[in-house]
């Protein structure tokens, strides 16, 4: 039996680092012959990424795995530019990649029984390692952590960019629609992902959207069952073939949660979500990334008081004077809330800070998730069937935003087309209480037509993985293509 190793490389921010260690663990788990190594770029995005992999490294990795942490590059330092800053990591992170891969072909010719090296996965936006290939002569793919529509979105807004001559940092302030192949309607073209409104950031968004179309094949994190239109709109003789493997997210009781400390704060979340009735819930959690300054949050409060449902709130602090640094936790609640909320809410709700978010998703109390809308956070909510109440923060969330309200028809809106981008214009983008308390109760008192919906595709998202699924057929044509060439 042929052995092969697949070695994967993730953007360095956590969301994508852990759909990446959770591809890895699918492949090999999948087929006895596949190895599989993740390596991890270092300085990473955020500090959670440390605490992430320091409980990998302590969990038990299925056989035929590894993940490996990358030599620190310097002198990366954060106050280069976002967008220069991922191309600096990568250009540094060459030579370590070039020598740890050479390493796997030392071994395979001192004994031709270890795993050959067959080839790469990238993620969507470290693809300009691909440049490491040259002296191997193995094929390369991609993986997206976000779902087939952003990928159909990035090639047709290049498209228009590098064919029609289109400006699109003008779509920022834009009242136009847009038609894209890969949605069925017509988008508000200010929803798009706010890489293109700046210069520097869609130099990066166009570069990355080109280099998709050299690689052998796209897999990307959703299923036939939940994307078919933005799937079937990829088969169009020009993107490479795509292999819609997903739903792949964290599953409870995997342990290596990246902000995980077992300590009583878990215990006590759990044993607080044990006291409610199922499905009355409403827990808001706004990714790794998410948080609001003083006046946004005493917003929110004012409305989960005057909405009486029960609520559980993950508070994250923002970074201070604006830096561009994850959330950390407060030291006292009291210090950002409306004066006397903790006391007239202890009944119905709790505050607390980092959210072991599986494991709450999973819980029977739970009715409702306002998200930000972040594609991990979608698949995960999607698989234990609990509807979103949308406020997208950043990034690509809008559009996901849109894709769950307009294009799919579940969960409802709090808010499609805010954008905190980290406050950097220095301007406050404020939803008053009365929208978050009328998003609340309709996310709790959401139709049967809609609720029926979401538990069909809550069922459609674990089969597509099983045996026969969509996901688990699409996973046996990537793996044999993978090893083919080997022949």
Same mark, same amino acid.
């Given at each position: 039996?042929?052995?092969?190793?697949?070695?994967?490389?993730?953007?360095?921010?956590?969301?994508?680092?852990?759909?990446?260690?959770?591809?890895?663990?699918? @492949?090999?788990?999948?087929?006895?012959? @596949?190895?599989?190594?993740? @390596?991890?770029?270092?300085?990473?995005?955020?500090?959670?990424?440390?605490?992430?992999? =320091?409980?990998?490294?302590?969990?038990?990795?299925?056989?035929?795995?590894?993940?490996?942490?990358?030599?620190?590059?310097?002198?990366?330092?954060?106050?280069?530019?976002?967008?220069?800053?991922?191309? %600096?990591?990568?250009?540094?992170?060459?030579?370590?990649?070039?020598?740890?891969?050479?390493?796997?072909?030392?071994?395979?010719?001192?004994?031709?029984?270890?795993?050959?090296?067959?080839?790469?996965?990238?993620?969507?936006?470290?693809?300009?390692?691909?440049?490491?290939?040259?002296?191997?002569?193995?094929?390369?793919?991609?993986?997206?952590?976000?779902?087939?529509?952003?990928?159909?979105?990035?090639?047709?807004?290049?498209?228009?960019?590098?064919?029609?001559?289109?400006?699109?940092?003008?779509?920022?302030?834009?009242?136009?629609?847009?038609?894209? #192949?890969?949605?069925?309607?017509?988008?508000?073209?200010?929803?798009?992902? +706010?890489?293109?409104?700046?210069?520097?950031?869609?130099?990066?968004?166009?570069?990355?959207?080109?280099?998709?179309?050299?690689?052998?094949?796209?897999?990307?994190?959703?299923?036939?069952?939940?994307?078919?239109?933005?799937?079937? %709109?990829? +088969?169009?003789?020009?993107?490479?073939?795509?292999?819609?493997?997903?739903?792949?997210?964290? /599953?409870?009781?995997?342990?290596?949660?990246?902000? %995980?400390?077992?300590?009583?704060?878990?215990?006590?979340?759990?044993?607080?979500?044990?006291?409610?009735?199922?499905?009355?819930?409403?827990?808001?959690?706004?990714?790794?990334?998410?948080?609001?300054?003083?006046?946004?949050?005493?917003?929110?409060?004012?409305?989960?008081?005057?909405?009486?449902?029960?609520?559980?709130?993950?508070?994250?602090? #923002?970074?201070?004077?604006?830096?561009?640094?994850?959330?950390?936790?407060?030291?006292?609640?009291?210090?950002?809330?409306?004066?006397?909320?903790?006391?007239?809410?202890?009944?119905?709700?709790?505050?607390?800070?980092?959210?072991?978010?599986? =494991?709450?998703?999973? /819980?029977?109390?739970?009715?409702?998730?306002?998200?930000?809308?972040?594609?991990?956070?979608?698949?995960?909510?999607?698989?234990?069937?609990?509807?979103?109440?949308?406020?997208?923060?950043?990034?690509?969330?809008?559009?996901?935003?849109?894709?769950?309200?307009?294009?799919?028809?579940?969960?409802?809106?709090?808010?499609?087309?805010?954008? +905190?981008?980290?406050?950097?214009?220095?301007?406050?983008?404020?939803?008053?209480?009365?929208?978050?308390?009328?998003?609340?109760?309709?996310?709790? =008192?959401?139709?049967?037509?809609?609720?029926?919906?979401?538990?069909?595709?809550?069922?459609?998202?674990?089969?597509?993985?099983?045996?026969?699924?969509?996901?688990?057929?699409?996973?046996?044509?990537?793996?044999?293509?993978?090893?083919?060439?080997?022949?």
């Amino acid at each position: 039996m042929k052995k092969a190793e697949a070695v994967l490389i993730p953007l360095p921010a956590i969301g994508h680092i852990v759909a990446v260690v959770e591809m890895a663990k699918l @492949l090999a788990q999948r087929d006895d012959r @596949l190895y599989t190594t993740v @390596l991890v770029m270092h300085p990473t995005v955020d500090p959670n990424t440390i605490n992430y992999m =320091e409980s990998i490294t302590a969990s038990t990795l299925p056989d035929r795995m590894r993940v490996i942490n990358l030599p620190r590059v310097e002198p990366i330092t954060s106050d280069i530019e976002p967008n220069k800053w991922l191309r %600096s990591l990568v250009e540094g992170q060459k030579t370590h990649v070039k020598e740890y891969v050479s390493k796997i072909r030392t071994q395979f010719e001192m004994n031709p029984n270890s795993p050959r090296l067959a080839g790469f996965i990238f993620d969507t936006f470290a693809a300009r390692m691909k440049d490491v290939l040259n002296e191997f002569g193995v094929p390369w793919y991609v993986f997206s952590a976000s779902g087939a529509a952003f990928i159909g979105n990035m090639l047709h807004l290049t498209a228009l960019h590098d064919e029609q001559g289109v400006d699109l940092t003008e779509l920022k302030n834009s009242e136009d629609e847009l038609k894209i #192949p890969c949605l069925a309607s017509p988008i508000p073209a200010k929803l798009v992902p +706010s890489m293109v409104f700046e210069k520097d950031s869609l130099t990066a968004f166009l570069e990355h959207a080109r280099l998709l179309t050299e690689a052998r094949g796209i897999l990307i994190n959703t299923f036939l069952g939940f994307e078919s239109y933005a799937i079937n %709109s990829l +088969s169009d003789g020009k993107t490479p073939p795509v292999y819609p493997v997903g739903p792949i997210v964290k /599953h409870v009781g995997d342990g290596g949660d990246p902000m %995980s400390d077992e300590s009583t704060n878990y215990r006590d979340i759990m044993e607080w979500l044990n006291d409610h009735p199922p499905l009355s819930v409403v827990f808001l959690c706004f990714g790794s990334w998410g948080s609001f300054k003083e006046k946004q949050v005493k917003e929110i409060a004012i409305a989960l008081e005057h909405s009486g449902h029960r609520f559980l709130w993950s508070l994250r602090k #923002p970074s201070q004077n604006d830096e561009i640094q994850s959330p950390s936790d407060y030291e006292d609640f009291q210090s950002i809330l409306p004066q006397g909320f903790l006391d007239r809410t202890a009944k119905i709700g709790k505050v607390i800070g980092w959210a072991p978010q599986v =494991e709450i998703l999973s /819980h029977s109390a739970v009715g409702g998730f306002a998200s930000h809308c972040g594609w991990n956070s979608i698949l995960e909510s999607l698989r234990f069937g609990v509807p979103i109440a949308t406020w997208p923060l950043y990034a690509e969330q809008q559009f996901n935003a849109f894709m769950l309200i307009v294009e799919l028809g579940f969960g409802v809106e709090i808010k499609m087309d805010y954008r +905190s981008e980290f406050n950097w214009d220095g301007n406050e983008n404020i939803i008053s209480a009365g929208e978050i308390e009328r998003g609340v109760r309709c996310l709790m =008192e959401l139709g049967s037509e809609k609720v029926e919906k979401l538990k069909g595709l809550s069922g459609k998202s674990r089969k597509a993985l099983e045996n026969g699924g969509s996901s688990f057929t699409w996973l046996g044509r990537f793996i044999q293509d993978l090893v083919d060439h080997l022949s």
